[in-house]
């Protein structure tokens, strides 16, 4: 493939093709794989204790992340939902607390009530298709990658997947901006920049 535009058609077959896969990913498997993952996050991203955590409302089987940060809250950190405000523009990000009112954004998705924006220091980003590189197939709006864009200090960005959505490539184009890492139900593994505490490995699963 050499024109954007044979890009674009690959990328959505192949986006709709996963998308697929991973929502006939049944409901137990999925739980497993979210303990599995918050488990490498809690162990492997120190930041998220303390930090201000931003993460998306579960959508078409992604692993819902509403526990791990509740509880991330009451350990001292907080958190926010990503809001799209204006369409092709960058994404705001509002404050989120457990339990807190709720309306529907867009898509349906749910967004808070009331419009307090804060700046994350950690993203947490669902993936549907990955590469080596860290480069993220998502779901072909080109948010984050424009949020990402135009923010600095960057945040921490951890791209969350399946390892269904494992490819050798998305054929990365100028404005696609990569994950500083990637976590599957097989493991957690830095891309971008290592971690704190020097360089890690993917840790596998254990089945």
């Known amino acids: ?28 498997e999925r739980e497993r794989i979210g303990a599995f993952v918050t488990a490498l996050l809690e162990e492997r991203v120190p930041e998220l204790r303390s930090g201000c955590i931003g993460f998306c409302w579960p959508f078409k089987g992604e692993v819902d992340f509403r526990g791990f940060v509740g509880e991330a809250i009451d350990g001292g950190a907080t958190a926010a939902l990503p809001v799209v405000v204006e369409r092709a523009q960058p994404l705001e990000f509002w404050s989120w607390q457990p339990g807190m009112k709720l309306q529907r954004g867009i898509w349906g998705i749910p967004i808070p009530g009331e419009r307090h924006i804060v700046r994350p220091s950690v ?20 948010y984050f990658d424009r949020t990402l864009a135009v923010t600095a200090p960057k945040p921490l960005t951890i791209g969350i997947g399946y390892e269904l959505g494992r490819l050798e490539t998305i054929h ?25 505490q020097g360089p890690a490995l993917a840790r596998k699963a254990g089945r």
């Open 123 to 142: 993203l947490l980003v669902p993936l549907i298709g990955f590469d080596p590189a860290g480069y993220r197939l998502g779901y072909g709006g080109g």
């Open 1 to 28: 493939m050499r024109s954007w535009d044979e890009i674009k058609a690959w990328r959505r077959e192949t986006r709709a093709k996963l998308l697929a896969r991973r929502v006939a990913v049944r409901r137990a």
């Open 172 to 196: 990365p184009q100028p404005h696609d901006i990569p994950m500083d890492a990637i976590v599957t139900e097989n493991g957690f593994g830095w891309v971008a920049r290592a971690p704190a």
